[in-house]
């Protein structure tokens, strides 16, 4: 028993001059038991939308498309696994089914 590993987290976005966003967010879960045995896993969301500058200094954001993708692996520094191809998410704003996780 016993090993090590960590998390990862990150987030990128990009404003664009003509009004879009465009925002990729990563999660990273590894861990190795001393034996050598590895698990890791992935996942990464992307989204595109618009966003509109607001008189509280804030930003609306409007996304019109959602993707993820789930990757896993047992070879250390390995390239992965797939799960499944990229997942086109539904976007629910009634339901709150939006990326929230990839703006921080």
Request: net charge negative.
């Amino acid at each position: 028993g016993g090993g090590f590993g960590g998390n990862e987290t990150l987030r990128h976005l990009l404003l664009l001059p003509d009004g879009r966003i465009l925002a990729k967010y990563q999660y990273t879960s590894d861990y190795m038991e001393h034996s050598g045995d590895y698990n890791c896993n992935a996942t990464w969301e992307i989204a595109e939308g618009t966003y509109t500058p607001e008189a509280s200094g804030g930003l609306r954001l409007d996304w019109s498309a959602w993707a993820e993708l789930k990757v896993r692996t047992a070879v250390p520094f390995g390239p992965g696994t797939p799960e499944s191809p990229w997942e086109r998410k539904v976007l629910d704003p009634a339901q709150m089914r939006l990326p929230s996780a990839l703006v921080p």
